[in-house]
Every structure is written in structure tokens, then in C-alpha cells.
């Protein structure tokens, strides 16, 4: 079945660096790749997500690229901020038609003021 | 107008009971799922439901039985609870293959 790989676990950066969080995946077949926040004791939440049509995609100081060759796709914040400071899930579809998500281990981004 | 709601929120027992948590949507989404996120933060799909039938079943003990009465609603059973069991469990919810929507969590502590 389908693998994810998530690096690094933990990231600090200074507020107004960029962030880079990688994820890599072993299914070829995945289409399908989105990017949760979860803040502490809250819900997981989507923030963008990527098909295996697209190579990236962009939403205001998040972005997200994906090389299908190379199995694996990464989130890039740009001018992070302390609310930026989260636990990032990458996540990848399981083939067939269940919706099955497999998700990467997480990352634990801080940002310092 | 909340999207995936569970209850309870926080849920403390004794080793050996049986607890019962609950899961509703109201996006109209035909697929709903349960996780298990543990200590260290790993999410890990139990089951999936899409309009009342099973379709996801990874292997998770047989104490954990999910029941769904209808589209909207997904429950989890959890018989002779264990002290591995306590985790943070998150209802979610989807149209297949798009954006997954979660809950709130239920706090699950076994003592």
C-alpha cells in the first residue's frame, strides 16, 4: 500500500523566512495530495491540496509543487508569521475509489517573533 | 451551523468499559471516516464509511466496532477499553477523493 514520508518532524524559523516542508510518496498511482494545519488541541485542517495533473499550485504565501517522477511533493510558506506556527500533515490518496488518505508523519513548524 | 460535529469532547474510563463515541455531518458528503491520532501526533485512518457502507477496514482491533445509521451520522464502539487505546479520535467526513473535513476530536483517556 501507500507510503508517505515527511521531513523534517520539527522546523524553527525566524518570522518573515520561508518555510519548506517535503513529503515523499511510494504509489505512482496517488492523485491526489493535500496539505492539513493543525494548531494545538484543534482540528486538522486543509489548507491546499494538489492533483497529479498540476505540477503547482498557489494560495496567497502558500504554495505547494509536486514532481510525479521524483514521488514527492512540498509545502512552501513565504513571509511565515507566529500564527504559521502549527503541526503540518502531508497526506496522500490511496488508489481505488475509497478516498483513503495516508498521511505523513507531521511536521512541527515554529515561528519566532 | 458547525460542519462535522463528535460528543463526547473529552471522555475519561476505566480499563475494561465499553464507550461509545458520536459522529455527525452536515455537508450532504456520502463518505465519513474515523482516526486515531496518538501521542505523537500520527494520524492514522480505523474505517471508512460511503452511504452506509463499509469500506475502509484497516486492522484495528475487533473491540472497535463503527456503526452508521445513516449517511450523515457515523458512530464508534469501543469494547473492554485498554490503556493503548487512549488517543485523540477525529471524525472526518468528504465527497470522495476531495477535501476531507474533521471534527473536533474526542479525548479519549483510559485509566
Known amino acids: 500500500g501507500e507510503n508517505v514520508e515527511q521531513h523534517p518532524s520539527t522546523l524553527s524559523v525566524q518570522e518573515g523566512d520561508s518555510a519548506v516542508i517535503k513529503c515523499t510518496y511510494s504509489?505512482?498511482?496517488?492523485?491526489?495530495f493535500p496539505w492539513y494545519k493543525q494548531e494545538l488541541g484543534k482540528r486538522p485542517q486543509l489548507i491546499i491540496d494538489?492533483?497529479?495533473?498540476?505540477g503547482e499550485k498557489k494560495d496567497q504565501r502558500i504554495a505547494v509543487t509536486l514532481n510525479k517522477t521524483a514521488k514527492h511533493f512540498s509545502l512552501h510558506i513565504t513571509e511565515t508569521q507566529p500564527e504559521d506556527s502549527a503541526v503540518y500533515f502531508c497526506?496522500?490518496?490511496?488508489?481505488?475509489?475509497?478516498?483513503?488518505?495516508?498521511f505523513g508523519q507531521g511536521t512541527t513548524l515554529q515561528v519566532k517573533p | 451551523d458547525t460542519a462535522v460535529s463528535q460528543t463526547p469532547k473529552y471522555l475519561v474510563t476505566q480499563m475494561g468499559n465499553d464507550k461509545s463515541i458520536k459522529c455527525e455531518q452536515n455537508?450532504?458528503?456520502?463518505?465519513m471516516y474515523w482516526y486515531k491520532q496518538d501521542s505523537k501526533k500520527f494520524l492514522k485512518i480505523m474505517f471508512s464509511?460511503?452511504?452506509?457502507?463499509?469500506?475502509i477496514n484497516e486492522t484495528v482491533p475487533n473491540r472497535f466496532s463503527p456503526k452508521s445509521p445513516d449517511k450523515a451520522h457515523l458512530n464508534l464502539h469501543i469494547n473492554s477499553l485498554e490503556l493503548g487505546d487512549s488517543a485523540v479520535y477525529f471524525c472526518?467526513?468528504?465527497?470522495?477523493?476531495?477535501?476531507?473535513?474533521f471534527g473536533p476530536g474526542t479525548r479519549l483517556t483510559v485509566t
Open positions: 472526518a467526513s468528504s465527497p470522495v477523493g476531495y477535501e476531507q473535513y
Open positions: 504509489d505512482s498511482a496517488s492523485n491526489y
Open positions: 494538489i492533483r497529479s495533473n498540476v
Open positions: 497526506a496522500a490518496s490511496e488508489p481505488g475509489n475509497t478516498g483513503k488518505l495516508i
Open positions: 455537508l450532504g458528503h456520502d463518505t
Open positions: 464509511y460511503n452511504n452506509k457502507e463499509l469500506i
